[in-house]
């Protein structure tokens, strides 16, 4: 899946170590718990070798399971519960809403189109009273915070010519080869923005101008859900990448922090 996540390109980790890269394959289901461990670890080996770890990514849940040690132990699971569910929302109900009922702030944490995500926490509240409340803290990964906060047409601009490289670059074969491989759409993988509708329109339901617009629009989205959610972590310190260097701000901010 390298075209449809951006994944760095090979000069790009000839320059710098990266980690968790190919890692799992498309037909694997990878969660935060996996990735909080394998996360771990290559902090642990990067330590070990007196090296500086610089951990980049948006999404939020999995970034807090790395950096703040949320215990996923706590978060249960039940597997005719969540069996039960998905048969429901396959007959209509309105799961999104059932989890906004129970649990309020994990529903601001998902998007009511990604209805697996939707299940998953709405499974989690019904066991737990809420995620939210229940989620135990283990050890925490000291760390300095930065976040980017460019001005919203700036970000909406290059939202826009991401997708539209993302086809230039050949995204559309990449979905096309996943599909051929009969890669189950219900797994996360398949989540990831944009495949579902490069998956429609290679099905001749909508044009590609329509996949396009659709990919931009839940990009934009989710990039409103990421600011509402590290908005609520005051440990971050902000900069607009457009006038500040956020290679400098860095630099800058180990050292005050050192």
Known sequence: MDVGTAKASAAERARVPHHLIDVADPGERYDVARYQREARAALADIAGR???AVVVGGTGLYVRALLDGLDLAAVPSDPELR???EREAAA????YARLREIDPEA???VDPRNRRRVI???EASLLTGGVSARWRRDEAVPATKIGLDPPRPWLAERIERRVRDMVA???LDEARALAERGIDPRLPSMSAHGYVHWAAHLR???PLEAAMALTVRDTKAYSRRQMTWFRGDPAIRWIDPTTVDPLSFATAALGAAA
């Open 50 to 52: 007196g090296r500086l």
């Open 83 to 85: 069996a039960r569910l």
């Open 92 to 95: 209509g109900a309105d799961v």
């Open 107 to 109: 529903a601001s944490r």
């Open 120 to 122: 998953r926490y709405l």
């Open 169 to 171: 670059a050949g995204v």
């Open 204 to 206: 001749g339901e909508i």
